[in-house]
Nanobody
Framework: QVQVVESGGGLVQPGGSLRLSCAAS????????IGWFRQAPGKEREGLSC?????????????YYLDSVKGRFTISRDNAKNTVYLQMNSLEPEDTAVYYC??????????????????????????WGQGTLVTVSS
């Protein structure tokens, strides 16, 4: 069964950090680009960060970050563990949301920025996880 499973969410105080994991099973993560998305209650889904597949992950345009998380969030992949991470620092109450990861081989987009935009607007990426809740509150 092809799936991705998110983990690492929880309750954290403002200014704190969390690391989310996106573990793939049933397929080789190295062949897919991966994106992290979030959706807060009553708000649209946002494409936070996307990273290209294993072959392109070291190129200059291999990662994309939404402006609101740039400098605070870092995406990385460990293909040996079939896992992608999202390190989140300096968390704010506005970061409270359900966080999703998605995997896609890129048949509908040409840049990882487009992947993040399309995923947030149309949710048409190949594999989606069920989400993990992040709550930032004192």
């Amino acid at each position: 069964q092809v799936q991705v499973v998110e983990s690492g969410g929880g309750l954290v105080q403002p200014g704190g950090s969390l690391r989310l994991s996106c573990a793939a099973s049933g397929f080789t993560l190295d062949d897919y680009a991966i994106g992290w998305f979030r959706q807060a209650p009553g708000k649209e889904r946002e494409g936070l960060s996307c990273i290209s597949n294993g072959d392109d992950s070291n190129s200059d345009d291999s990662t994309y970050y939404l402006d609101s998380v740039k400098g605070r969030f870092t995406i990385s992949r460990d293909n040996a563990k079939n896992t992608v991470y999202l390190q989140m620092n300096s968390l704010e109450p506005e970061d409270t949301a359900v966080y999703y990861c998605a995997a896609d081989r890129g048949s509908l987009w040409t840049t990882v920025q487009n992947m993040c935009v399309m995923g947030s607007l149309f949710r048409n990426l190949e594999v989606w996880g069920q989400g993990t809740l992040v709550t930032v509150s004192s």
